[in-house]
Every structure is written in C-alpha cells, then in structure tokens.
C-alpha cells in the first residue's frame, strides 16, 4: 500500500488528453482571482485546462487510466472479468468511479 499514496489524488491529477476551455468562473467584484489581475479579463479570457475537473464527460475514464497504468506498474494485477478489481498478494482493491474499498484477510496489510 506505501506504494500507492502518489495516487491518493489522483484523480484530479490526471491530464486531460483533449482540447477542452473555460470561461473564469463569476465571482463578486470584490473577489480576486490571483491570475486575473484585470477585472475585464474575467469577462474576455478562456482558460485551457490541463487536469481534470469532476464534472467532465470523461474525469472517470481518465483518472481509471491513470490509476491502473499506477497500479499495474506496482505489480497489481488486474482482474480478467472486471477491470476495476485489482489483487497485490492478498489484498483485492475494488474501484469505484472516485471511491476505493481495500480488502485483505491479514490484519498486518
């Protein structure tokens, strides 16, 4: 399991593989965005995201992509039947979208 805390946020971590904008989100005038130092261009700029937001159509592909390339590469194997229940040794880990629920017989791991 030490091995996959580089994962615990993973999934707002991902990159995104397509071409996807947005438009600075409305906020009160008082209300500073550190990027955004001219008020004007909260009305004029769009912004190209570079990670995933919930949200999207594809943030759970995406992130599963991420975390199982993560997992495999851990040696975790990965179940020929369902592709989000993975096994390391004695330990199944079943995904969920963004949740995870770790299973293992041994009180030590």
């Excluded at 600075?24 to 990027?35: E, K, L, Q, S």
């Excluded at 261009?41 to 759970?60: A, M, Q, S, V």
């Excluded at 179940?79 to 989000?84: A, F, L, Y």
Aim: hydrophobic share 40%.
């Amino acid at each position: 399991l030490n091995t996959l805390h580089r994962y615990c946020m993973a999934f707002s971590q991902s990159i995104i593989k397509t071409d996807i904008y947005i438009q600075p989100p409305t906020v009160p005038a008082y209300f500073t965005i550190p990027n955004l130092p001219n008020f004007t261009h909260r009305f004029t700029n769009i912004y190209k995201l570079l990670k995933i937001i919930y949200g999207l159509k594809d943030t759970g592909k995406i992130w599963h992509e991420l975390l199982r390339a993560g997992l495999l590469t851990c040696n975790w194997k990965e179940s020929v039947i369902n592709g989000w229940l993975f096994t390391e040794g004695n330990i199944i880990l079943l995904l969920y979208i963004d949740d995870a629920i770790f299973v293992s017989r041994s009180k030590s791991r």
